[in-house]
């Protein structure tokens, strides 16, 4: 079967190896003679897969004992508001970088409870850059600054995290595993699966434990707490059990690829080519301001929104799909998450000049 080469923005493109090792235990898992999607959440032998699962991404991310790892669902959007709701009381002061339209979703969810503060300015250049936090001018008092680390839609990343004095929560969706930060500075990172951890329906949590509270306001939901999920081992209710074992499936995967520093130095030489064909052209249009460049979703436009269709109609003829931006901005964007190959950009740069000699 041929494969195409897919730059969606998520549910995104997996590594074939890790697929076709689920793919040769869908039916029978390692002989138990049923499938993970059939096991009991409590059997042993799911035990071992979300215990191992847990350890692994505690590995990559060089995490220790302060920390723990919560798998959830109800995507990163629930997270916009599980956050507000266990890091702070209702009316704390809270710190929010907005910087595209998730961070914003994420503001909005925490004015609900929180005194949520946007601290960035980067609006009405339609979100086209990464503003520096400046430390001096955040009040101590605030329970934390939210900042979201890649911002799929506009393709902008934050290359270094901001340095505060204040606990750091970051929606890391788009470039978990990808990009490689100290995770041990954050109180709190989340993350939705479906870009570079697996399947969609999984939502990741990795919290300090100091931030895991009791002393919750009895009208959150049980769901919606921390501290239940950390408790019960992420088996409070039942877990997104396949999700989970596909996700350790791709922890594994990182694993031998060398880790995330080495898969964010391919990432980081994928985006490069690119990056550097749309600077070499007068055709193509780089969106995101040079500092702010994200590694995962590269956006650009064409001359004319005519030619931006034309172009994602003949990748998709060659074999390149979801290239089309998302429909917030309009114009291209190209998604190289972790599994998207270094021959699958290669394609897509060939393809590009191709396009911009036929057409300029
Ligand atoms: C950075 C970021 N945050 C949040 C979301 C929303 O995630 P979910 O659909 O899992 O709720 C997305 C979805 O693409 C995203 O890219």
């Known amino acids: 079967m041929e494969r195409v080469f897919n730059f969606a ?10 697929l076709q090792s689920i793919e040769k235990n869908v039916c029978n898992f390692e002989g138990e003679g049923l499938s993970v999607m059939e096991m009991s959440h ?10 191992e699962t847990r350890d692994n991404l505690k590995k990559i991310l060089e995490l220790d004992d302060n920390f723990d790892i919560l798998f959830l669902q109800g995507g990163a959007s629930s997270q916009f508001a599980m956050v507000p ?8 002061l809270t710190y929010y970088a907005v910087t595209g339209n998730f961070a914003n979703k994420a503001w909005e969810e925490a004015k609900r409870w929180t005194n949520a503060v946007d601290i960035t300015n980067s609006k009405p250049d339609k979100y086209k850059f990464i503003p520096k936090i400046d430390n001096s ?3 101590k008092s605030a ?9 799929t839609i506009f393709g902008t990343m934050y290359d270094k995290l901001p340095e505060v004095d204040i606990p750091l929560v970051a929606d890391v969706s788009s470039n978990v595993l990808g990009k490689n930060y100290d995770y041990k500075k954050f109180a709190l990172a989340y993350a ?3 870009k570079n951890l697996g399947p969609a329906g999984l939502t990741v949590v990795v919290i300090n434990k100091k931030f895991i509270r009791e002393d919750i306001d009895t009208f959150v939901p049980t769901m919606f707490r921390y501290d239940i999920h950390a408790k ?3 088996m409070y209710n039942t877990p997104p059990t396949f999700a989970i074992y596909v996700a350790g499936e791709m922890f594994k995967w990182v694993i031998r690829e060398g880790g995330v520093k080495e898969i964010e130095k391919r990432n980081v030489e994928k985006a490069k080519i690119l990056y550097d064909l749309i600077d070499n052209s007068t055709f193509y249009k780089p969106f995101a ?3 702010s460049r994200s590694i995962m979703n590269v956006t650009f436009n064409l001359p004319t929104e005519e030619l931006e269709a034309k172009f994602v109609a003949e990748a998709k003829d060659e074999g390149m799909i979801n290239l089309k931006g998302h429909r917030v901005l309009g114009g291209i964007r190209a998604s190289i998450y972790n599994a998207m190959t270094i021959e699958g950009v290669k394609e897509l740069a060939e393809f590009m000049q191709k396009f911009e000699k036929n057409n300029k």
Do not use: F
């Not at 709701?85 to 704390?92: F, T, V």
């Open 9 to 18: 923005a998520g549910p995104a493109t997996m590594p074939l190896e890790v």
């Open 42 to 51: 409590r059997s042993k032998t799911y035990e071992k897969i979300i215990n």
């Open 85 to 92: 709701l266990n890091l702070a009381n209702n009316g704390d």
């Open 137 to 139: 001018k955040l009040d």
């Open 143 to 151: 329970k934390y600054l939210h900042i979201t680390a890649n911002n």
């Open 192 to 194: 939705g699966a479906q």
């Open 232 to 234: 019960n081992g992420s």
């Open 289 to 291: 301001e040079k500092e």
